[in-house]
């Protein structure tokens, strides 16, 4: 499993054929992408096996991301849209992401990160055993995003 910032030479076609499916709360790799072109805060992560397909996607969002929720300072940064191609979900390709999400972090973005934050939507029972899996502890706080109420989770280096 793999972690890179997108780059149209990588993954261009692959993201042509990416399948969401059914998730109504996570946006598309395109738009992630578009934000990252026009917010340096912003960064598209490309989640790809060991053959270099494409599999997943996340944003990482720093500065008014995590501010956005309360956390301010340089050592958060959000994570925006987490997804698995609908025909590579299961294989543990998100748990396995963020196994590795710091280091990344770390070489592509900024040293100073130590911890990670999302909003995922109280329905969203899968995702949030997910990120559970991957280490992310459930907050008190709660937060209101387009679709309704968020259960912040975070994670520590």
Known sequence: ???DLYSDELFC????????GQMADTDTPHNLVNHSVS???RFAVAISDEAG??????GIHIGAGPEAYGYVGGHYALVRDMSIDERFRGRGYGVKCFD???????????DEITTLILGVHEKNIPA???YEKAAFIKREEVATGKKGKLIIMEKCK
């Open 1 to 3: 499993m793999n972690l």
């Open 100 to 110: 590795r999400i710091f280091e990344f972090i770390h070489e592509e973005i900024s």
């Open 53 to 58: 397909k494409l599999v997943g996607f996340l």
């Open 13 to 20: 076609i692959q993201i042509d054929r990416y399948i969401l």
């Open 128 to 130: 949030q055993k997910a």
């Open 39 to 41: 917010d340096k805060e």
